[in-house]
């Protein structure tokens, strides 16, 4: 455990990371091209997002072979060479392990559509439908023949059936097949929901109905702490659960050490500070919000990872910060505050570098399958046509799927990208920031290079100093040092109203004085010894 909570994760979305072959689309040929690049970040392991075969209904999420490579990401071989690569670097590979539900094209499913005796129960089939429903908006089942089949995500999703011996055979097999081709573990897909313990009809709610009867459920526990005893002890491995709708108190039932099903996990909590019921329906960010959660996670569990973005979630300057007004200072701001918190920090592609939400002007722009069903649930229940364009334009996943920006010109292909470049390319770019000094890409290796060099960054106790409207302060604390936090999340200057010790450690903001006074979007860490 010691071992993973030293780490920084970096997370590549393989569709959008690079294109070697010049047909659109990123691929693991592109990635090995940029490993000097990841390397020169300072971070130690890549989660990469499924690259394995899918018919790419959710980008992936969809899977239809757990040993075999998407053709459009490259071949087997292209994923060994990656793995060795990465490690002559000293990174290592943690793959996205989805096992709540496989695609409806993986050969188990068409199997058990044909009623194969063997295969039938490898998926959750009932004669009538219950009420549930999906996170993808509508029913969660589809009918087939004489049947119906669950489906949590789309109906291109079937779940598995956890309760099937077979199953858990196949996926201890499965993870296998990957630790021995050297990878270091795995970030598990939606793992708090794969166990269902009923098929009852779920009690009325806006969303997610029937989520009491498979949200992190005692069967989930059983099967992860057999994967853990007859798969992961054989390795030395890496485990990141993500886990949607979990508690501080569910979270620790999963990563502490008397349980140690995961190493640790992803909250959503701090991720829908700024929504009402569901994503879709967004308010306004308030900062101290924002702080009063993270501080109850680091306060309550074990050991946190911390994230402000990933494949699902919009571009965090967008929303937390100001990407018209105080791009850089705010992109810097999320990422100090980002590498004070308590735990292991992931940095999703593009983040790096202060990439923002992309201007969508047309659903064909939208590539997303969960946009485009929501945007037609959302027409179907009368919401006006421009308010629903609004709320894509400001949720959809695709603001985080658009190509990496490796130059003025995008540098993602030499042919159109699967989806559209993010104009801002132009403007924010790693070859451009590659020779600023103070860049955010410079800065992000500022920040991992304090925290490769500080204990009490990585392991010093978390202590929540003052958070108002706009201000967030705290400190970390080991036996030697302490640290001081401070980030202005407003367009305003702003007092610091406490008293801060030590000397000056980093600063998103080039200052003569760095007096009481914070900036607009200015973030502070000042160090001192104990
Ligand atoms: O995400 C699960 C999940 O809940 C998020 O997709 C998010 O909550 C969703 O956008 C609904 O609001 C995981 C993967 O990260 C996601 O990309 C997949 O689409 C999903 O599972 C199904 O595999
Ligand atoms: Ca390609």
Known sequence: MALNQDVVVYQIYPRSFKDSNGDGIGDIKGIISKLDYIRSLGVDVIW????????????GYDISDYKDINPEYGTM????????????????????????????????????????????????????????????GGKAWTKVDDA?????????????????????????????????????????DVINIIYKTSLE?????????????????????????????????????????????????????????????????????????????NKWFKTKFKPKKFMKTLTKWQNEVYWNANYFE??????????FGDDQNYHDESAKMLGTLLFGLKGTPYIYQGQEIGMTNCPFNDMSEFKDVETHRIY???????????????????????????????????????????????PSCEKINVLDQETTADSILNYYRKLIQLRNKHHVLRYGTFESLYESKS??????????????????????????????????????????????????????MYIKEI
């Open 471 to 524: 201000v967030y302060a705290f400190r970390r604390f080991d036996d030697d040092h302490e640290v001081f936090v401070i980030c202005n999340f407003s367009k305003k200057p702003k007092k610091i109203k406490i008293y801060i010790k030590g000397k000056l450690l980093i600063s998103n903001i080039r200052k003569k004085d760095y007096n009481h006074v914070l900036a607009p979007y200015e973030a502070r």
């Open 77 to 136: 071989q292209d994923m060994h060479k990656l793995i060795i690569e990465a490690g002559l670097r000293g990174i290592k590979i943690i793959m996205d392990l989805v096992i709540n539900h496989t695609s409806d094209e993986h050969e188990w499913f068409i199997k058990s559509k044909a009623k194969d005796p063997k295969y039938r129960d490898y998926y959750i089939w009932k004669e009538k439908p219950n009420n549930w429903t999906s996170f993808f």
């Open 201 to 277: 009809n779920g009690k009325k709610r806006l969303v997610l109905v029937g989520k009491e009867h498979y949200h992190q459920q005692e069967g989930m526990h059983e099967i992860l702490k057999t994967l853990r005893k007859e798969v992961l002890d054989d390795y030395e491995t890496f485990t990141v659960g993500e886990t949607v709708m979990v508690t501080t108190k569910q979270a620790n039932d999963l990563i502490m050490p008397v349980r140690h099903e995961l190493d640790m996990i992803f909250s959503f909590s701090h991720m829908e500070v700024d929504q009402v019921n």
């Open 148 to 188: 119906y089949y669950l489906h949590l995500f789309s109906k291109k999703q079937p779940d598995l059936n956890w309760k099937n011996p077979e199953v858990m055979k196949e996926i201890k097999e499965i993870m296998r097949f990957w630790l021995d081709k050297g990878i270091y573990g795995f970030r598990c």
């Open 310 to 319: 990933n494949h699902d979630q919009p571009r965090s300057i967008s929303r």
């Open 48 to 59: 990469l997002s499924p690259v394995y075969k899918s018919p790419n209904d959710d980008n």
């Open 376 to 422: 037609d649930i959302a027409k179907k229940i009368g919401i006006p046509k421009n308010m629903r364009f609004k709320m894509m334009q400001k949720t959809s996943r695709d603001n985080a799927r658009t190509p990496m920006q490796w130059s003025s010109s995008c540098g993602f292909s030499t042919t159109t990208p699967w989806i559209k470049a993010n």
